[in-house]
C-alpha cells in the first residue's frame, strides 16, 4: 500500500496517469499498482535530468498503456451513447406527452364533474378491493361525501371474504341463510356449498366428527333435488371415515382448492345480489383503456392529418368500432339492419308486427303515406304498433 502523500502532484500528467491507472481504487491489479509506483518514483528522480534507457523504456510502457486505456474508453463510451440514443428515441417514438388530446374537449362535462368521477371511482375500487382505511383516507382529503349506505355493502362483503380466507364458514353461512330466497331466484347454489364445504371440514376431524357430520348432513334436505349426486358422493365417504378419508377414493374433498372456488363464487354471487360488478369499474376502465389507447392514438394521427375536425362530437360513441374482447362484453347490442347503425336510447330498437326489428330511425325514414312497408317481407303495418324493446 503507498500512501498518497508521497506522491508529487504538480504534474497533470502526473495526476491523469494517476486517473487512467486507478490509483484510488484498491481493486486494480497489484502489477498496475506497481507500474504506477514506479512510474512515479522516476518522474519525481528525473525531473531536469536526462532519462536512461530504462527510464525512457518504462515511459515508452506508461504512455502506451495510457494511450490504450483512453482509445478503450473512447470505444465503449461510444457505444453506450449509441445504445441510450436509442433508447431517447424509442420512448419518443412509444409514449406520447398528450394523451389528453386524443379527444375532443367536447365529449366531456366539466373539470369538477370530471374530477368528482374519477375520485369516486377510485374510492369505490379501494373499497371493493378492501383497502377501508386508504378509502377512508381518500374521502378526507378529497372532502367526499360518502353515505353509509354506499359503504355498507363493501364493509360486509369484505368482512365475509376476510372470514372465509381464514376458513371460518359461520359469516358466509349466516349471510346466506338470510338471503336465500333472493339467492334462489339467481339459480345460485352458494348455500349448498358452503354447507358442503363445513359437511367436509367435520369428515376432516376423523371418526371422531362422525356423529356430527351425520347430524349436519341434514341441512342437504332443501338441495337434495338439485344436487343430489354431490350429496351422495359425501354420503359414500363416510365408509371410509376408519381407514382415513386422505387415503381413500374420495380423498379429493380435502383439496385446498375448495377455499379458493367458495371465496370465488361467494364474490360473484354477492356482487349480483347488491348490484355491484365483480371486477371495479376503475379496473375494466383501466384493461379497457390500455387496449384501446393505442387505436384512439392512430385515429387522432389521422384525423390530424386529414384534418377532420367534427368527425368525433358525440359523448356516447367513438368514431370507429375498437375491439376489447369477449371479457368486457356486459350485454347484448343491436345494430339496425337498415341504417347499419347501432341503436341507442335516442334511436332504440323497434320490433314490427311481423316480427322484424329495425331502428327506430329506419322506422321513420321508411314511412310513406302514414304506412309503414316492412323492408323484409310485404306486410303493411301502422308505424304506431311498432314496440320498442329492452335488451
Known amino acids: 500500500m503507498y500512501e498518497s502523500s508521497s506522491f508529487p502532484t504538480s504534474s497533470p500528467t502526473l495526476v491523469f496517469t494517476c486517473f487512467v491507472f486507478g490509483y484510488s481504487h484498491p481493486s486494480r491489479s497489484r502489477p498496475s499498482r506497481h507500474l504506477l509506483f514506479v512510474f512515479v518514483r522516476t518522474h519525481s ?88 382505511s386508504v378509502a377512508e383516507e381518500l374521502c378526507q382529503e378529497s372532502t367526499l361525501n360518502v353515505d353509509l349506505d354506499f359503504k355498507q355493502p363493501f364493509l360486509e362483503l369484505n368482512r365475509i371474504l376476510e372470514a372465509l380466507h381464514e376458513q371460518d364458514l359461520g359469516p358466509a353461512l349466516e349471510w346466506a341463510v338470510s338471503h336465500r330466497q333472493r339467492l334462489l331466484e339467481l339459480n345460485s347454489s352458494l348455500e349448498f356449498k358452503l354447507h358442503r364445504l363445513q359437511f367436509i371440514r367435520l369428515l376432516a376431524g376423523g371418526p371422531e366428527k362422525q356423529l356430527e357430520a351425520l347430524s349436519y348432513a341434514r341441512h342437504f334436505q332443501p338441495f337434495a333435488h338439485v344436487h343430489q349426486r354431490e350429496i351422495q358422493v359425501m354420503m359414500g365417504s363416510l365408509v371410509y371415515l376408519q381407514l382415513g378419508l386422505e387415503k381413500s377414493p374420495y380423498c379429493h374433498l380435502l383439496d385446498n382448492s375448495h377455499w379458493a372456488e367458495i371465496c370465488e363464487t361467494f364474490t360473484r354471487d354477492a356482487c349480483s345480489l347488491l348490484g355491484l360488478s365483480v371486477e371495479s369499474p376503475l379496473s375494466v376502465s383501466f384493461a379497457s383503456g390500455c387496449v384501446a389507447l393505442p387505436v384512439l392514438m392512430n ?93
Not at 54 to 75: F, N, P
Not at 108 to 122: F, G, N
Open 299 to 391: 385515429i387522432k394521427a389521422v384525423m390530424e392529418q386529414r384534418q377532420c375536425s367534427g368527425v368525433w362530437s358525440h359523448k356516447d360513441e367513438l368514431p370507429i368500432e375498437i375491439e376489447l374482447g369477449m371479457k368486457c362484453w356486459y350485454h347484448s347490442v343491436f345494430a339496425c339492419p337498415i341504417l347499419r347503425q347501432q341503436t341507442s336510447d335516442s334511436n332504440p330498437p323497434i320490433k314490427l308486427i311481423c316480427g322484424h326489428v329495425i331502428s327506430r330511425d329506419a322506422l321513420n325514414k321508411l314511412i310513406n303515406g302514414g304506412k309503414l312497408k316492412c323492408p323484409y317481407c310485404p306486410m303493411e303495418q301502422n308505424p304506431a304498433d311498432g314496440k320498442r324493446i329492452i335488451f
Open 45 to 132: 528522480a528525473v525531473q531536469g535530468t536526462p532519462l536512461s534507457a530504462t527510464l525512457s523504456l518504462v515511459m515508452s510502457q506508461c504512455c502506451r498503456k495510457i494511450k490504450d486505456t483512453v482509445q478503450k474508453l473512447a470505444s465503449d463510451h461510444k457505444d453506450i451513447h449509441s445504445s441510450v440514443s436509442r433508447v431517447g428515441k424509442a420512448i419518443d417514438r412509444n409514449f406520447d406527452s398528450e394523451i389528453c388530446g386524443v379527444v375532443s374537449d367536447a365529449v366531456w362535462d366539466s373539470r369538477e364533474k370530471q374530477q368528482q368521477t374519477l375520485q369516486m371511482a377510485i374510492l369505490e375500487h379501494l373499497y371493493q378491493q378492501g383497502m377501508l
